[in-house]
Structure formats: structure tokens, C-alpha cells
């Protein structure tokens, strides 16, 4: 399969073909509207972590007494999980960059790979919490459930904060499809790699995320002794 | 506009494992704080651990090391996110409302 640059092109009304100067042409950019984009997100999330930060303030004891209920276990191996899909991304934009079109498109798919992992073993751990009566809408989550108030505010903000993250290595998967569509079809190359790049950097944002929720609640209940 | 430039595969990719063994040593670290040192400010260390890891991936992975305009942006928001978590925290330290609220427990 050839992997020549295909550039968009549009066609006038008289029928003359006109290569499109694009995002794709514009490469700082393309870059740094991608970022500001990222800003928004950071932003998003901020405003998330500032709430659980309030409720924490709060309910400081029953925080940790939720956190220390939350699988440790599974929530390390995602984190892993994570760190080495931001490796074969990053190795994945290298060998873009680089002329390996072919190792690029195969260290994607591990990128892929590894983020349905992620959501597999994230399903498995909300499916473990469903069988232990912490999940949304159940009987123990609402008021005189057996829970205390400040636990029911943090399950439900980590099931909101987990949720709206997995939700963000969905479209990660489909922004990683698209890429390998676009590298097929000869509109993403080792000259024109921006669009390769701008994912790059969303995973890694989705990482970074990770990097600062998994902490938040799952570490901070740790070393709680259950009597 | 092409933007092809010469690429040091071999020297980019072992930055790429230099930090993957760096964060992992970091993630190790996570792991064993709450259990080994500082026990007390489980919280604290585990938000620096956090921080650092993300500079680094910031830096590295996300290639912000020399990018003078998108570093001042970047610089930009995180104050704006730090300046109203400031607010809060104040805030917080000062609640007063417990009885009416509905972010405190109703028996408060």
C-alpha cells in the first residue's frame, strides 16, 4: 500500500480542482488549536477536582474510609495499562515522523489494544463494585442505605469522574481509528503527521488525567486498617 | 507546508523508555508511600507524586520542553484552575451553611 501524501481537494464551480489549505498544511497551527482545546478539557476536569477537593474538605474521614473500599489492584494494572499505551503512542508519532509508516499503523493498533484493556478491566471493577452495593441508583448508595453521607458523595463522584474519563478512552479509540483511516487513504504522512500528533497529545491528556484521579481515589484511603 | 524533519529515531526513542521507567518508578513509589513513609500526609505526598509525573509527561511526552508560547498558555490555565481552587479551599475553611446545605450530611 502506498503511503504518498493525498492532499484534500476541492472543486470550484466551473469544475477546477483546488488543493484545500487546511489544518492539515498548518502545523504550529494546527498544534496550538489543538492545545487550546486541551485547555478546556484541563479545565473540565478542574473544575471536577475542585468539587471532590470541597466535598473531601467536608467529609474528610468518610472520604478515606470510601477510598480505602475502592480495588487498588485493578485500579494499579490500569495505570500500567495506561503508561505503556502512552509509550506505543508516543513511539507509534516517532516512527511516523521518522518514515515508518508501517510501524507506525502497528503501534496504534497496540495503542488500541491496550485501551480496551483499560475499559475491560475498568468494567470489571465497576461489576465488582455492583456486587459489593456501590454503585449508582442501588438502595446502599441512597440515605439510610448503611453508607454515610460523605461516602455516598464519593462513590458518586468517583462513578461521575471514572465514567466521564473511560468516556474519553472511547473516543480515544475512535480518534485512533480515524488516524489509521487517514493514514490509509494517504491524508496522514511522515510530511504531514499534525493530525497523528494532535491525538498523541489527547491520549496523553487522557493519561494525564488518569495520573491525578487514580491518586485521588484510590490512594487516599490506603494504609486504612479495616478492624 | 510540509513538516518533515530529520528524526534521531534511536535517540527519541530512548528518552521515550527513559521516561517510561521514570514514571513506572514514580507509579512504584505511589504504591508504596502510604505504607512506608510519611504516612501521615498520604494525601499531600500522593498529589506530589501526581505533580511530578505530570511535568514529566507534560515535557516529554507531550513536548512542551522549548515551546515558549504553548508553555505560557498551558502556564496560563493551570493558574486559573489553582487561583479558583484557592478561592474554594478558603471558602471551604469557612463553611457556615451546614444546616441548609446539601453537600453536608442532613444530621450536621
Redesign the interface.
Known amino acids: 500500500m502506498s503511503h504518498e501524501y493525498v492532499p484534500e481537494i476541492a472543486v470550484d464551480r466551473e469544475g477546477k480542482e483546488h488543493v484545500v489549505q487546511g489544518w492539515q498544511g498548518d502545523y504550529e497551527g494546527g498544534k496550538l488549536g489543538f492545545w487550546l482545546f486541551m485547555l478546556t478539557e484541563v479545565l473540565m476536569f478542574g473544575a471536577m477536582f475542585m468539587t471532590l477537593t470541597y466535598y473531601f474538605t467536608l467529609h474528610h474521614a468518610d472520604f478515606i474510609k470510601a477510598s480505602s473500599e475502592l480495588d487498588r489492584t485493578l485500579g494499579g494494572v490500569n495505570t500500567v495499562v495506561l503508561l505503556f499505551s502512552a509509550l506505543t503512542m508516543g513511539l507509534g508519532l516517532l516512527k511516523m515522523r521518522s518514515g515508518d509508516v508501517k510501524g507506525a499503523k502497528l503501534m496504534i493498533w497496540l495503542t488500541i489494544l491496550l485501551a480496551a484493556v483499560f475499559l475491560g478491566v475498568k468494567a470489571q471493577e465497576w461489576t465488582n463494585d455492583y456486587h459489593e452495593g456501590i454503585f449508582l441508583g442501588l438502595d446502599s448508595m441512597q440515605a439510610g442505605g448503611g453508607k454515610s453521607f460523605g461516602e455516598i458523595l464519593f462513590f458518586g463522584m468517583y462513578f461521575t469522574m471514572t465514567g466521564l474519563h473511560g468516556f474519553h478512552i472511547i473516543i480515544g479509540i475512535g480518534l485512533m481509528l480515524w488516524l489509521l483511516k487517514r493514514i490509509n487513504s494517504g491524508k496522514v504522512s511522515p510530511d504531514h503527521h499534525i493530525l497523528h500528533f494532535n491525538i498523541a497529545l489527547y491520549w496523553d491528556l487522557v493519561h494525564l488525567i488518569w495520573v491525578f484521579v487514580f491518586p485521588y481515589f484510590y490512594m487516599t484511603g490506603a494504609g486504612v486498617i479495616h478492624g | 507546508?510540509?513538516?518533515?524533519?530529520t528524526?534521531d529515531?534511536q535517540a527519541?526513542?530512548g528518552i521515550?523508555?527513559k521516561v517510561?521507567f521514570g514514571?513506572?518508578a514514580l507509579?512504584a513509589l505511589?504504591?508504596i508511600q502510604?505504607?512506608m513513609f510519611l504516612?501521615q500526609y498520604?494525601?499531600g505526598m500522593?498529589?506530589l507524586?501526581?505533580t511530578v509525573?505530570?511535568w514529566i509527561?507534560?515535557m516529554y511526552?507531550?513536548h512542551l520542553k522549548g515551546e515558549v508560547?504553548?508553555g505560557w498558555?498551558?502556564i496560563f490555565?493551570?493558574f486559573?484552575?489553582v487561583f479558583?481552587?484557592s478561592i474554594?479551599?478558603i471558602d471551604?475553611?469557612n463553611?457556615q451553611y451546614a444546616d441548609v446545605s446539601h453537600?453536608?450530611?442532613?444530621?450536621q
Do not use: C, D, R, W
Open positions: 507546508m510540509a513538516n518533515h524533519k528524526v529515531y527519541e526513542k521515550y523508555y517510561l514514571l513506572l507509579t505511589t504504591f502510604p505504607e504516612t498520604t494525601f500522593q498529589m507524586i501526581g509525573k505530570a509527561i507534560l511526552y507531550m508560547l504553548i498558555t498551558v490555565a493551570v486559573i484552575v479558583f481552587f474554594v479551599m471551604v475553611s463553611f453537600i453536608t450530611s442532613p444530621a
